[in-house]
């Protein structure tokens, strides 16, 4: 079982742990949108990103990324939190967070999660994308 420090604290985790795991047994909360225990490993939303050493010198996936004997992650660094925010801000791009026709009624991952981890306003101020009406057969609706 490697041992392995999160944000200062050593831990031991079970053999074919990722460093997600690791880090939700250390008791820190890693924001994601694509990871869950029962699927295989996507690492597409990017939100997960923590610092890893020894390493490369940039934030790395911590859900596809199996924990290993004497790694020392950072969950909270500056590094991280840039990364964090700039992936938010991409998630954005295309999704209002003021949606009053959503389904989700105020309920959203999404919105709550841009909250915490985003900057707060986005540097983007073009429209949403747009679908124009394409005609497809009397069975496909565009719009």
Not at 19 to 47: D, T, W
Not at 88 to 99: A, S
Not at 113 to 127: H, P
Request: proline fraction near 8%; aromatic fraction near 4%.
């Amino acid at each position: 079982m490697p041992k392995l420090t999160v944000d200062g604290v050593e831990i031991e985790v079970p053999n074919g742990a990722t460093v997600l795991q690791a880090c939700e047994l250390a008791g820190k909360e890693i924001p994601r949108f694509c990871y869950h225990e029962r699927l295989s490993i996507a690492g597409n939303c990017r939100m997960c990103l923590v610092e890893v050493a020894p390493g490369p010198p940039k934030p790395q996936a911590s859900c596809a990324l199996p924990a290993a004997e004497g790694q020392v992650i950072k969950t909270d660094s500056e590094m991280v939190k840039k990364a964090r925010e700039g992936v938010m801000e991409f998630l954005l791009i295309n999704h209002p967070l003021d949606c009053p026709i959503c389904d989700q009624g105020g309920e959203c991952d999404l919105q709550d999660q841009a909250v915490a981890y985003g900057r707060g306003a986005s540097r983007y101020d073009e429209n949403k994308r747009a679908v124009t009406e394409k005609y497809m057969g009397p069975l496909i609706k565009t719009v």
